[in-house]
């Protein structure tokens, strides 16, 4: 495992959850970390535990706000890991101010974080881009219409990201969990905590810590091995809607 001392890394999504378990690990490896998030003092709490970790209150849906944001920082390692969803109704029941939020988030942050930060970095020579995905983007369920639909277009990012900065030394690569136990379903409910829990009901689903260490293998590597996509199940999760719950 390379080491990440002197490597400077940017986290979108780092008040929390999978962002805030990658934070820890990079940190733990070596890395300073930069934590940005809209959420300050849950970003302060995560800083606490990285060792000389910056932190920046950041809404990645404000294009603006990360151009200047990523201006002055040297980055080695971006992790566009930002997400979010709502409610499980099909599609011709849903509420399209919530999917404004969504796609806001999910593909236009990821786009912005994106735009802000691959110049430095090719003037620079090197780095290493994340993006954090989903199976949603590989395969469609029933109720996730549009979730789906932003994580497939976060796949065409990478999948495009690969054409256009071929040459230029840079590492692309997306990781892509199933089902991850963390604030997601709890948003996704708008609160209900019940139906939150009733999601891994009966199974053991991946953790923050679990897709973290994805990440971390996969920048890690020999400058000359870029792992592109890691995809992460639960051994109980068989597709996006198959799941074998115990009694």
């Known amino acids: 495992m390379n080491d990440l001392r002197d490597r400077l890394a940017l986290g979108t999504g780092a ?30 709490r995560v800083a606490a535990e ?23 920082l040297p980055l080695d390692i971006v992790l566009a890991n930002a997400g979010l969803a709502y409610g499980v109704e099909p ?20 786009l912005h974080t994106l735009r802000a930060v691959l110049p430095g970095m090719i003037e620079r020579g090197h780095g290493d881009v994340v993006t954090l995905g989903s199976v949603a983007g590989r395969q469609v369920y029933a109720g996730g219409a549009v979730y789906c639909a932003t994580k497939f277009a976060v796949k065409a990012l990478y999948e495009t990201m690969r054409l256009e900065l071929c040459g230029k030394n840079l590492r692309l690569i997306t990781v892509d969990p199933a089902m991850v136990e963390t604030d997601f379903s709890r948003v996704r409910f ?41 995809v992460l199940w639960p051994t109980a999760q068989a597709s996006t809607s198959l799941v074998h719950r115990s009694e």
Request: charged residues 25%.
């Open 190 to 230: 708008r609160g209900d905590e019940a139906c939150a829990d009733a999601v891994y009901k009966g199974m053991t689903p991946l953790t923050p810590e679990d897709v973290a260490d994805a990440v971390l293998y996969a920048v890690t590597r020999p400058p000359h091995v870029n792992v592109g996509e890691l």
């Open 15 to 44: 008040s929390a959850g999978i962002g805030a378990a990658t934070a820890r690990a990079l940190a733990a490896a070596g890395a300073e970390v930069v934590l940005a998030a809209r959420r300050a003092t849950e970003l302060e």
């Open 91 to 110: 599609l011709q029941a849903g509420d399209a101010q919530e999917w404004s939020a969504v796609i806001d988030t999910n593909v236009k942050g990821v």
């Open 50 to 72: 990285c060792p000389g970790a910056r932190t920046l209150v950041l809404d990645v849906r404000d294009a603006a706000a990360v151009e200047r944001a990523a201006a002055d």
